[in-house]
Nanobody, 126 residues
């Protein structure tokens, strides 16, 4: 079992930046692929970014490519999402997720991920 706790959300003006963090419990964190998803009110959960176990391979949703960067620090059991050039449409609850299968990013679908954090709110004002 892995517990994930997100932090770093808040209110920011359009064009600004935020860095989200996700702290994971357990000794197997370094074997998991990790992802970030977001969900805005009335909308489906949306894939944002994912990273493989080593941090070498990353994937991004089309809406955030070039603006967001996912990274991880296995020594600290943490994954990060650096968000830049934020837009009002980035407003959502952001969730960290872990895929325990084999450390490879298997896809961008939420059901592929086994563990989820409670989410952190990001609000971008215009």
């Amino acid at each position: 079992q892995v517990q994930l706790v997100e932090s770093g959300g808040g209110l920011v003006q359009a064009g600004g930046s935020l860095r989200l963090s996700c702290a994971a419990s357990g000794r197997t964190f370094s074997t998991y692929a990790m992802g970030w998803f977001r969900q805005a009110p009335g909308k489906a959960r949306e894939f944002v970014a994912a990273i493989n176990w080593s941090g070498v391979t990353t994937y991004y949703g089309d809406s955030v490519k070039g603006r967001f960067t996912i990274s991880r620090d296995n020594a600290k059991n943490a994954v990060y999402l650096q968000m830049g050039s934020l837009k009002p449409e980035d407003t959502a609850v952001y969730y960290c997720a872990a895929d325990k299968s084999n450390g490879v990013v298997r896809g961008t679908s939420a059901p592929l991920y086994n563990y989820w954090g409670q989410g952190t709110q990001v609000t971008v004002s215009s």
